[in-house]
């Protein structure tokens, strides 16, 4: 099973300033790789796959980048809705697996 | 964009098996791939299983044989079951659906099923 970490694990950010959020493959996936962002209490919602295409409906604030066993995912100017976890997933090989998530809170 | 609508008990018994079912409108399963996701409370996501025609289906080893997805394209339905339940398995859980290769872009909103006596 593929292993992934995200870090950090919380970070206090506030808004309008550029974040940056880090995904660590315990293996090669490629370009293997999505980005989610979840509320609470809502359901994920898909931001990027393989690794840098944004979904449909996504703002250009988001961004990822990456191949391999590192990735990233860059807000470049954090908005208010924003705040939120945001999880990694790839799918090179099965079981598909998630990151632990980082948190972005409002410093 | 395909709508995706949960049903299923939100309390089951130990011992028991968890079915929950997802109902599709605005296009037909069939052009879809599907997968279940659960998330324990304030704990983060874990998939499931896999199907697009319920012929090729993947399970998540972590769950062994207890886990059964498959789709009715009558009812425009996939159904999720999960057997021998216990507290670990209390989670909210997630249908979702793509058509690009398995990054999850359509998702249900989500059953909370608690697994108590």
């Known amino acids: 099973e593929i292993v992934m970490t995200q870090s950090p694990a919380t970070l206090s950010v506030s808004p309008g300033e550029r974040v940056t959020l880090s995904c660590r493959a315990s293996?090669?996936?490629?370009?293997?790789l999505a980005w989610y962002q979840q509320k609470p209490g809502q359901a994920p919602r898909l931001l990027i796959y393989?690794?840098?295409t944004r979904a449909t409906g996504i703002p250009a604030r988001f961004s990822g980048s990456g191949s391999g066993t590192e990735f990233t995912l860059t807000i470049s100017s954090l908005q208010s809705e924003d705040f939120a976890v945001y999880y990694c997933?790839?799918?090179?090989?099965?079981?598909?697996?998630f990151g632990g998530g980082t948190k972005v809170q409002i410093k | 964009q395909v709508q995706l609508q949960q049903s299923g008990p939100g309390l089951v018994k130990p011992s028991e098996t968890l079915s929950l079912i997802c109902t599709v409108s605005?296009?037909?399963?069939?052009?879809?791939?599907w997968s279940w996701i659960r998330q324990p409370p304030g704990k983060g996501l874990e998939w499931i299983g896999f199907?697009?025609?319920?012929?090729?289906?993947t399970y998540n080893p972590s769950l062994g044989s207890r886990v059964t997805i498959s789709m009715d394209t009558s009812k425009n339905q996939v159904s999720l079951n999960l057997s021998s339940v216990s507290a670990a398995d209390t989670a909210m859980y997630y249908c979702?659906?793509?058509?690009?290769?398995?990054?999850?872009?359509?998702w249900g909103q989500g059953t909370l099923v608690t697994v108590s006596a």
């Open positions: 979702a659906t793509t058509n690009v290769w398995l990054s999850w872009s359509s």
């Open positions: 199907t697009s025609n319920s012929v090729s289906t």
């Open positions: 605005g296009g037909s399963i069939s052009g879809y791939y």
């Open positions: 393989g690794a840098s």
């Open positions: 997933q790839q799918f090179s090989t099965w079981p598909l697996t």
């Open positions: 293996q090669s996936i490629s370009s293997n």
